[in-house]
């Protein structure tokens, strides 16, 4: 692994299902960030994660939730999917969350929920 | 509110100079930085900016004025390869970064 790595590449899921997107970073890095991207409408912040074992609240963290057991992994949890969920979503990590950070993204994981 | 603003859509001649605007409301400023992405693939990082003046670095510089809440990016000697979407980010109070919805950038030969 190289950077950071998210799975499934794509999904087509059917509404009022569950699904998790997974997202894994090798770069030992402390913070890191779930976005969506939406068509016309710039990155918008889901959750995020400062350290391993705390989380928080993004700009539209209504019907996703993370969870951040360990330095690496950052899932995010579809409890129940609905069609406005449809969106390009992309993980990215950063070292430490200060002011001057770089994030750095994962590959994306496009979903469509019908 | 929040805002960043960017044009939507930009045209250049291959070897030419483009210049990017963004200009930002924000509650707080702790930088600005510059994203390009290629269509279908993810955005990587271009540029820093966190105090007035211009960042230059090979074909691509970037300038701030916090004043006015403003910032460039600029191409110089396009490149076919250049042609992608270019993201404008503020860092703000609560150190999150607040994303424009991006410039795509249309390089002809």
């Known amino acids: 692994i190289a950077g950071i790595t998210q799975a499934p590449t794509s999904q087509i899921l059917a509404a009022g299902r569950r699904m998790t997107l997974r997202c894994t970073q090798d770069?030992?890095?402390?913070?890191m960030y779930w976005y969506r991207q939406d068509l016309g409408l710039g990155l918008r912040l889901i959750h995020y994660?400062?350290?391993?074992?705390?989380?928080g609240k993004g700009e539209v963290p209504d019907g996703y939730s993370v969870s951040r057991a360990n330095t690496d992994d950052f899932p995010l949890t579809l409890a129940s999917a609905v069609p406005s969920q449809t969106s390009v979503y992309f993980c990215?990590?950063?070292?430490?969350?200060?002011?001057?950070?770089?994030?750095?993204f994962g590959p994306g994981t496009r979903l469509t929920v019908l | 509110g929040q805002n960043i603003d960017q044009p939507t859509e930009m045209t250049a001649t291959e070897g030419a100079i483009v210049q990017i605007n963004c200009t930002y409301q924000t509650s707080g400023f702790n930088g600005l930085f510059w994203y390009q992405q290629h269509a279908g693939e993810a955005p990587t990082f271009l540029s820093y900016n966190v105090l007035d003046g211009l960042e230059e670095k090979g074909r691509f510089s970037s300038f701030l004025s916090r004043s006015k809440g403003y910032s460039y990016l600029l191409l110089k000697e396009l490149q076919m390869k250049d042609s992608a979407s270019y993201l404008c980010a503020v860092r703000d109070s609560n150190y999150q970064l607040i994303w424009g919805a991006g410039t795509k950038l249309i390089i002809k030969p």
């Open positions: 994660s400062n350290t391993a074992g705390t989380t």
């Open positions: 990215a990590s950063s070292p430490a969350g200060g002011a001057s950070d770089t994030q750095y």
């Open positions: 770069m030992r890095h402390n913070a």
